[in-house]
Structure formats: C-alpha cells, structure tokens
C-alpha cells in the first residue's frame, strides 16, 4: 500500500523517470483496437448465453403519481411471451443507484417520466417488444410536478458556498466589472454502446455481463438492490462501448435483468432502446449562472463572484458541481460563490462528461471575455495577470501549474497575436470571420486502486484487475507502466480488466482512471521488483530491466526459476486533497464563421494546449483531448436536451434530434501536450486527461462567436436562432 505522505512540494523525482525503457509515454496503439475494429470484442449484449431470455423495459408515461395496477394479461396471452415482471426493487429509483431510498412497496411511485416500471421477458426481443405494447398501466391521479428549475423549490448546497471579503463592494469599486447572467441546457450522455446486461443464475450465485464503469462500486449497488450479499455477484464487462457517466452507477437494464433470471430460472438479457437510454439514464443539468467579475484599473481582480443554479429530482443527491474550478482558477480576494439545487421532476440529474466544469467554465469564461473586452486588456493577458500563486479559497499550494505555459504556447502556435480584437472585423462572402480563447481547467480527481501483476515463469506479464476500459485507453497505459517497470515490450503483458473476482480498481469516471490504476500497477511491480532485486544482489532503484533481462545480462526467466512472482498493488490516496489543489489546466483557440443571414456557426479551426501531468500514452492522451474539444464543440453549438415544459417528458430522445458533432462539424484540431510531471498528483506524475478537453472550450467558440459577428449570446448552446 502506498500513500501520499504530507509532503512540503510536490516530489517529482520517481522511479519511472530512471528506468528510461522508452515503454512509457510513448504512442502505443490501442491494444484492444485490433478485437474491437474486426469485432472480435464482445460487449455486454452480445456475449453467446445459452437459452436466453429477452426483456423489454416498459417505462412511465407520467411525470408523476403512482402506478395503480399493470394489466398483463393480453400481453401475456401473447406468443412466446414468458413473463412480465413488476417487482418493487425494479421499480425504485435505488434500482438507478442514485437515491438513497428503501425500495418501493406497490403502488409504485413514478417521479419522471421515462422511469422504468416493468419488464417484458419473452422467447425473442421481438415478441417482448410487442407484447410491451399491449401493457395496460393504471397510473391513477397525476400530480402537478414542478418542471421549472427557475421558478421551483430550491435548497442550497452549503458545502460549495464560499463567502470572502466583500464582493458588493468590489463590484462598486471596480475600474471595470462584469454581471452577467449565461444559461446552459441539459446534456445527454449519449454513449455509443446503449446500456445492456444479460444476467444468469446458478443457485445462489448471479453472473451479470454488462456495460459498466465502475465494477468495484457496482457490486454493491447491484448487492443492495437485489437484497444479496456482494459474495454472490460476478460483473464481467471487459468492453464498454462509452461511459460519460451514465454507467458510473447500476440502472434497471441490469437489475431487471437480475430479477426476470432468477424469477424464470433462465437468463435473461436486457438492452436498452436509444429512446430508453435518453429519457431514463440520467441527464446533466441544466444550469442558470451569474458571473461576478471585478479588476482594478490594472486589470488585476478585485472580486470573484459565480453562483449557479441546476437541478434534479426530489430525495437525489447530486448536484452539478458547476463551481469546481472557479473556486482556485482566478485570483480575487473579494469572493462569493454558492449553488443552488431546483427540485423538479425531470429524471434524474447525474455526472455527464466533465461533470461541473463542462458548463461551468464555459460560462465563467464568456464573462471573462466579456471583462478582457470592458477592461482594453487582451483576453490571453488578463487571465495570465490573475493566475493565483496559491489556492485563492483554502491557501494551500497547487500541486502544480500549467495555465501559464497553456495560454503562452497555445495563443503562440494559434497565431493570437495577430488576431484582431474588435468584432465584426472580417466578412468572407456571407459569413463573418472572428477568433475566440478561453481556459480550461478541470480538478485532478485520483481514487483507491487495487491490482495484481504477476510476473509469468515465462517472462511475461500478467495485469488483473476490476478496472474497466471505456474506450479511454486503459488496457494499453497498464502495459505501458508495467513494461516500464519491469523492462517489458507492451505487448508481453497480457491485461485482463473488467471482472470483479479481480482485485478492485478504482473504475473509470471523473478522469481518475489513468492516474488511479496506473499508481496501483506501480506499487504492485514495485514490490516485484524488490524481490527480483533481492534475488539477484542489488538495490531495487538500481535494477535496470530492459527485455526481460537484469543490466547483468542474467534473463527475467532464469531469475524466476520456474516460478511466478504476484504481488496486489494497492494504491489510497491519502490526503492529496488537504495538502495541494491539484487540477488540470489549459487554453483553447478557435476560429469560427458565422453565417450572416442564417446564423449558422461552422468551426473553422481548434486548438487546445493542455497540462495534465506525465502522459502516459503520446497516442491515446492525445486521442482524449480530441475527443474534448469535440465534446466542447457540442456544447457550444448543439447539445442541449429539450423537455416538454407540460409534463417534463423529453422531447428530443435519440442522435437524430439531439445532436452532437459529427465528422462534418469538426475541423482539423490541434492538441499541444504541456510537459510536466506532477509527483504530487499521483505516484506516477500523472493527472487526469479525459474531461479536461471540454472543460471551458465552448466559450472559445462562443467569443468568437461574439468577436465575429457581434452577437453576445448568453446561452448555450448557441443556435443559430439565438446567434442570429
Ligand atoms: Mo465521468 S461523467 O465521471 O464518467
């Protein structure tokens, strides 16, 4: 076990920096890429299950009341059809793994709409398809929810208020200032692979494949949902078609799963439809934030004020941390900074890709925008001028800083400086031309990790773990730090993810993944290396291994001797987060059109400089801030989800009307990697990546939006009816 000791400064001298096996960082192609491009990697659904089930989900056509009765009896008359099953645990929101509620006794109770409320199992999908359609719900008296976040209950989330010196009176004294006012709609989760399980019972015992990010959280989930002890689950998901939060937690496809198998005594497999997995998953939150920015006449800041409003259901927890990063990004010694959380009923709200910073840094950046604009001080220099050199809240040091070094090499390979900053400079043909930077930062999240390498008779390497890769890159960075450490090509280590009888993990969310498992490999070849250093006379920090060879020229194989060497490596945390802030930074650059009749923005150019600690897969690192600053094109001009302001049903449930961006809106993007290491961050210098590419890119697009045609829009995502 290892943990962060209190240190003075971040330690950056690691063992990985003197092994010099040219395995780690280096751009790796996916190891799993072959099985997945030729479709020999199997996802949930599509694991051979002998004599299985399928089932349908039938879910709520109220936003709220209660589920009277379910007439079944046409339905069950039906060919093929076996059972339809209604049981309280399927029916509770603990099913989703987000309330904390004792499960429902009949008549259930519907809180949104889209909510699952049965299951049809039948001999084959289509026969379960149409007999869900001859499902009869008595749902009784419907009552009047509250759908308005701005206008509904709300309560405070105490724990992100923050309230420091004066802010009113920094806004009054300020030589420039800033209030404003930005919205943002909900987004989707929207992963490719829909949610899925097939569940199968042997006595006591319940085998469920399913798409799933976080195995060491689910078990118990899925235990206290089912009412059985975590001894007797067994999740296997080694291939997860995208996450973005939506399989952070257990939902019904798999508990319902569980249920109907163990009730027909057959296993049963469940898929959500596209329609399903919008309007039942979760959603992000909507969001309503006013920005409060004061500097002096120098343009340094004076006040720092950000207060959002999002919501979610009745009894949920969650609330998007919309302030995450607003707490440390700028100086500002006058601060306030509160969120509040509406109660309606749209489903449930949950972490969605970057969850916080996503929207909160694309609003706090538009009204940074619009005080470089107020103050005559260029965009890129005012955010340097505020660079805090300790956490302006809590005055603890950053683990590190790259925000700088971000905003320089980026605005210099853009080209900011010959940019011009009044709007509505250029017109091409029908369309205006403008430029637009803002900030990306994203907080280093790490979490406890277990894994066990063996090293192999044979001289190869064996990886298990519960981990999970979500097409992030998981099982290629495994290899590349365990042939770092113990002088092995990748492709000698065998990695074997995703099956929770292995060591738990730390799951794939909140960009933890890489920095997590990876310190836990650390730590488990560590101790390998002990033992081999031992065994062959020499200090562990003066083994050099390098292709299954000691410096000696004596072979890993000899040196075992016929026997393997396993070790678990187990990775906490410890108290990084009292001793340093630690985040992801960086800037973003665009270059945008705005057509002049129609609105329409096209995204000419993007580039995104970024620092996140040692990267350790040139490759897949970089992969990740594409898909970022793809995600932040989305919420700049697409996404947003759009509910019936009636009965809180959503209306646009699938990718042909909710619309992220396609090959067709993404230009050519740039990506600048910031070198650093990060000792503090994690045992292997490493920091989050996968969010912090969408975390603050949409304003990028938004002014320069603004510094193309002029229009202010103050809501996301920018259509061409609100740019127009
Ligand atoms: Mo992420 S939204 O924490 O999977």
């Given at each position: 076990?290892?943990?962060?000791?209190?240190?003075?400064?971040?330690?950056?001298?690691?063992?990985?920096?003197?092994?010099?096996?040219?395995?780690?960082?280096?751009?790796?192609?996916?190891?799993?890429?072959?099985?997945?491009?030729?479709?020999?990697?199997?996802?949930?659904?599509?694991?051979?299950?002998?004599?299985?089930?399928?089932?349908?989900?039938?879910?709520?056509?109220?936003?709220?009341?209660?589920?009277?009765?379910?007439?079944?009896?046409?339905?069950?008359?039906?060919?093929?059809?076996?059972?339809?099953?209604?049981?309280?645990?399927?029916?509770?929101?603990?099913?989703?793994?987000?309330?904390?509620?004792?499960?429902?006794?009949?008549?259930?109770?519907?809180?949104?709409?889209?909510?699952?409320?049965?299951?049809?199992?039948?001999?084959?999908?289509?026969?379960?398809?149409?007999?869900?359609?001859?499902?009869?719900?008595?749902?009784?008296?419907?009552?009047?929810?509250?759908?308005?976040?701005?206008?509904?209950?709300?309560?405070?989330?105490?724990?992100?208020?923050?309230?420091?010196?004066?802010?009113?009176?920094?806004?009054?004294?300020?030589?420039?200032?800033?209030?404003?006012?930005?919205?943002?709609?909900?987004?989707?989760?929207?992963?490719?692979?829909?949610?899925?399980?097939?569940?199968?019972?042997?006595?006591?015992?319940?085998?469920?494949?399913?798409?799933?990010?976080?195995?060491?959280?689910?078990?118990?989930?899925?235990?206290?949902?089912?009412?059985?002890?975590?001894?007797?689950?067994?999740?296997?998901?080694?291939?997860?078609?995208?996450?973005?939060?939506?399989?952070?937690?257990?939902?019904?496809?798999?508990?319902?799963?569980?249920?109907?198998?163990?009730?027909?005594?057959?296993?049963?497999?469940?898929?959500?439809?596209?329609?399903?997995?919008?309007?039942?998953?979760?959603?992000?939150?909507?969001?309503?934030?006013?920005?409060?920015?004061?500097?002096?006449?120098?343009?340094?800041?004076?006040?720092?004020?950000?207060?959002?409003?999002?919501?979610?259901?009745?009894?949920?927890?969650?609330?998007?941390?919309?302030?995450?990063?607003?707490?440390?990004?700028?100086?500002?010694?006058?601060?306030?900074?509160?969120?509040?959380?509406?109660?309606?009923?749209?489903?449930?709200?949950?972490?969605?890709?970057?969850?916080?910073?996503?929207?909160?840094?694309?609003?706090?950046?538009?009204?940074?925008?619009?005080?470089?604009?107020?103050?005559?001080?260029?965009?890129?220099?005012?955010?340097?001028?505020?660079?805090?050199?300790?956490?302006?809240?809590?005055?603890?040091?950053?683990?590190?800083?790259?925000?700088?070094?971000?905003?320089?090499?980026?605005?210099?390979?853009?080209?900011?400086?010959?940019?011009?900053?009044?709007?509505?400079?250029?017109?091409?043909?029908?369309?205006?031309?403008?430029?637009?930077?803002?900030?990306?930062?994203?907080?280093?999240?790490?979490?406890?990790?277990?894994?066990?390498?063996?090293?192999?008779?044979?001289?190869?390497?064996?990886?298990?773990?519960?981990?999970?890769?979500?097409?992030?890159?998981?099982?290629?960075?495994?290899?590349?730090?365990?042939?770092?450490?113990?002088?092995?090509?990748?492709?000698?280590?065998?990695?074997?993810?995703?099956?929770?009888?292995?060591?738990?993990?730390?799951?794939?969310?909140?960009?933890?993944?890489?920095?997590?498992?990876?310190?836990?490999?650390?730590?488990?070849?560590?101790?390998?290396?002990e033992e081999l250093a031992e065994r062959l006379g020499v200090?562990?920090?003066?083994?050099?291994?390098?292709?299954?060879?000691a410096?000696?020229?004596t072979?890993?194989?000899e040196v075992l001797d016929?026997?393997?060497i396993?070790?678990?490596?187990?990775?906490?945390?410890?108290?990084?987060?009292?001793?340093?802030?630690?985040?992801?930074?960086?800037?973003?650059?665009?270059?945008?059109?705005?057509?002049?009749?129609?609105?329409?923005?096209?995204?000419?150019?993007?580039?995104?400089?970024?620092?996140?600690?040692?990267?350790?897969?040139?490759?897949?690192?970089?992969?990740?801030?594409?898909?970022?600053?793809?995600?932040?094109?989305?919420?700049?001009?697409?996404?947003?989800?759009?509910?019936?302001?009636?009965?809180?049903?959503?209306?646009?449930?699938?990718?042909?009307?909710?619309?992220?961006?396609?090959?067709?809106?993404?230009?050519?993007?740039?990506?600048?990697?910031?070198?650093?290491?990060?000792?503090?961050?994690?045992?292997?210098?490493?920091?989050?990546?996968?969010?912090?590419?969408?975390?603050?890119?949409?304003?990028?697009?938004?002014?320069?939006?603004?510094?193309?045609?002029?229009?202010?829009?103050?809501?996301?995502?920018?259509?061409?009816?609100?740019?127009?």
């Amino acid at each position: 076990m290892i943990a962060h000791e209190k240190q003075d400064k971040p330690d950056n001298a690691n063992r990985l920096d003197g092994m010099k096996q040219g395995v780690l960082g280096k751009p790796v192609s996916r190891l799993d890429g072959l099985a997945k491009v030729t479709g020999t990697a199997l996802y949930a659904a599509e694991y051979p299950v002998q004599d299985c089930a399928e089932g349908v989900l039938i879910t709520a056509t109220i936003t709220r009341g209660v589920v009277n009765a379910i007439d079944k009896k046409a339905a069950l008359a039906m060919p093929g059809v076996i059972a339809v099953i209604d049981d309280p645990r399927l029916t509770t929101r603990a099913a989703q793994g987000t309330a904390d509620e004792a499960p429902q006794q009949n008549p259930a109770r519907v809180d949104y709409w889209g909510q699952p409320i049965a299951l049809v199992v039948a001999e084959t999908f289509e026969q379960a398809r149409h007999a869900a359609k001859h499902i009869v719900v008595d749902y009784g008296e419907e009552i009047n929810p509250p759908l308005d976040p701005e206008t509904a209950k709300t309560e405070e989330q105490t724990e992100e208020t923050i309230s420091q010196g004066d802010l009113d009176a920094a806004m009054r004294d300020a030589a420039h200032s800033v209030d404003v006012t930005i919205r943002t709609k909900g987004h989707a989760s929207a992963a490719m692979e829909p949610h899925a399980a097939i569940a199968s019972w042997d006595g006591d015992d319940l085998t469920v494949h399913a798409s799933l990010q976080m195995l060491n959280y689910n078990i118990t989930e899925l235990a206290d949902a089912l009412g059985i002890r975590e001894q007797h689950i067994r999740l296997i998901a080694r291939y997860v078609g995208g996450g973005f939060g939506s399989k952070l937690g257990v939902s019904e496809e798999v508990v319902a799963a569980a249920i109907a198998a163990e009730q027909i005594g057959r296993p049963v497999r469940v898929v959500m439809t596209r329609q399903q997995v919008f309007e039942t998953i979760m959603r992000r939150s909507e969001s309503k934030q006013r920005l409060r920015l004061a500097v002096d006449a120098a343009g340094k800041m004076t006040g720092f004020g950000h207060h959002a409003l999002v919501s979610n259901l009745p009894g949920e927890d969650f609330a998007e941390p919309i302030l995450q990063s607003s707490h440390f990004l700028y100086a500002g010694e006058n601060r306030e900074l509160k969120l509040e959380l509406a109660r309606v009923h749209m489903m449930t709200a949950g972490s969605v890709r970057a969850p916080g910073e996503a929207v909160g840094m694309p609003a706090l950046e538009v009204a940074m925008d619009m005080l470089a604009e107020r103050s005559g001080i260029d965009p890129v220099k005012l955010r340097l001028m505020n660079i805090p050199d300790k956490d302006p809240e809590k005055g603890i040091p950053f683990s590190s800083h790259t925000l700088a070094d971000c905003l320089n090499q980026g605005a210099e390979a853009f080209g900011w400086n010959k940019t011009i900053r009044t709007p509505r400079h250029t017109r091409e043909g029908e369309w205006w031309v403008g430029t637009g930077m803002a900030s990306a930062a994203r907080v280093h999240n790490v979490m406890e990790a277990k894994a066990r390498v063996t090293l192999k008779a044979d001289g190869t390497a064996v990886v298990e773990t519960d981990m999970t890769d979500i097409g992030t890159g998981t099982y290629t960075i495994a290899a590349q730090v365990v042939g770092e450490m113990l002088g092995l090509a990748p492709d000698r280590v065998l990695v074997d993810l995703g099956d929770s009888r292995h060591p738990r993990g730390p799951g794939s969310g909140g960009s933890w993944g890489a920095p997590s498992i990876g310190s836990a490999l650390y730590v488990a070849c560590k101790a390998i290396r002990e033992e081999l250093a031992e065994r062959l006379g020499v200090d562990e920090p003066e083994l050099a291994l390098r292709d299954g060879k000691a410096a000696s020229g004596t072979s890993l194989v000899e040196v075992l001797d016929g026997k393997d060497i396993a070790k678990i490596g187990h990775y906490e945390p410890g108290a990084i987060a009292e001793d340093f802030t630690a985040s992801g930074f960086g800037a973003f650059f665009a270059q945008v059109r705005v057509n002049h009749f129609t609105g329409e923005t096209r995204v000419d150019r993007m580039l995104g400089a970024f620092g996140f600690g040692r990267v350790l897969n040139d490759k897949t690192a970089r992969s990740q801030c594409l898909g970022g600053i793809t995600w932040s094109i989305g919420t700049a001009l697409t996404e947003a989800l759009e509910f019936d302001g009636r009965d809180g049903h959503l209306v646009n449930r699938d990718l042909a009307e909710y619309h992220v961006p396609v090959n067709r809106d993404v230009p050519e993007l740039d990506v600048i990697m910031v070198e650093e290491r990060d000792g503090a961050a994690s045992p292997i210098q490493a920091k989050g990546i996968g969010e912090l590419g969408m975390c603050g890119g949409a304003a990028a697009i938004a002014n320069a939006i603004y510094n193309a045609s002029g229009a202010r829009v103050l809501e996301f995502p920018m259509t061409p009816d609100r740019v127009i």
